[in-house]
């Protein structure tokens, strides 16, 4: 399986949105245009907090919301994958 590698956010610390939230926008956005499509794997999440220069919780709270919404799913010991539109 192809790890796809999102594009990296801009993301903005002093905003009143909590960075969280960024990239759960970041993701829903990416999704929305195309640029993954549903069975994609996602890279690691401390891969992505390294790129991405935020904390690997901040990461995984996204993830949990995405995953709620839909929009992921984890599988232990395979990783993160777009599901589809949230």
């Known amino acids: 399986m192809l790890v796809m590698p999102l ?4 993301l903005n610390p002093g ?7 960024q990239i759960v926008s970041h993701v ?8 993954v499509q549903p069975g994609e794997k996602l890279p690691p999440v ?3 907090a390294d ?8 990461i995984t709270a996204a993830w949990q919301i995405l995953q ?12 993160t994958f777009i599901v ?3």
């Open 84 to 86: 589809g539109h949230e």
């Open 68 to 79: 709620q919404r839909g929009v992921l799913i984890s599988v232990h010991g395979k990783g």
């Open 28 to 35: 829903e956005a990416a999704v929305r245009a195309g640029d």
């Open 46 to 48: 401390r891969e992505l």
């Open 7 to 10: 594009r990296t956010p801009v």
């Open 51 to 58: 790129r991405w220069d935020a904390g690997s919780n901040t």
């Open 15 to 21: 905003s009143h949105v909590l960075l969280r939230d």
